[in-house]
């Protein structure tokens, strides 16, 4: 049975910064990529950031520079670091997992997913 558990969230004030976690099991976590998703009340779920196996990373335009993600394959864990929070990135954050070697950034795409853990900014 496949679980991705997030942990981390929290009330912060604009400029603070959070560490998420994303602990997997159920799946040989080193050999998937890993993705980061947000999703803001009365918005649709987007993409923040992900990493491939090898460890390649990329992100939205709108996190780029600020946060970062990474993944420790003997914890079978994944972070998303975050610094310099706005508010705007008040939302629940999701880890997902795609069963395939290639990375993707469209919700559609993942095969498994975590519950959520909320982050929100205050201005």
């Known amino acids: 049975q496949v679980q991705l558990v997030e942990s981390g969230g929290g009330l912060v004030q604009a400029g603070d910064s959070l560490r998420l976690s994303c602990a997997a099991s159920?799946?040989?976590?080193?050999?998937?990529?890993m993705d980061w998703f947000r999703q803001a009340p009365g918005k649709e779920r987007e993409f923040v950031a992900v990493?491939?196996?090898?460890?390649?990373?990329y992100y939205a335009d709108s996190v780029k520079g600020r946060f970062s993600i990474s993944r420790d394959n003997a914890k079978n864990t994944v972070y998303l670091q975050m610094n310099s929070l706005k508010p705007e990135d008040t939302a629940v954050y999701y880890c997902?997992?795609?069963?395939?070697?290639?990375?993707?950034?469209?919700?559609?795409?993942?095969?498994?997913w975590g519950k959520g853990t909320l982050v929100t900014v205050s201005s």
């Open positions: 990493i491939s196996s090898r460890a390649t990373t």
């Open positions: 159920g799946i040989t976590f080193s050999s998937y990529p």
């Open positions: 997902a997992a795609r069963m395939s070697y290639y990375i993707s950034q469209r919700a559609s795409d993942m095969s498994y």
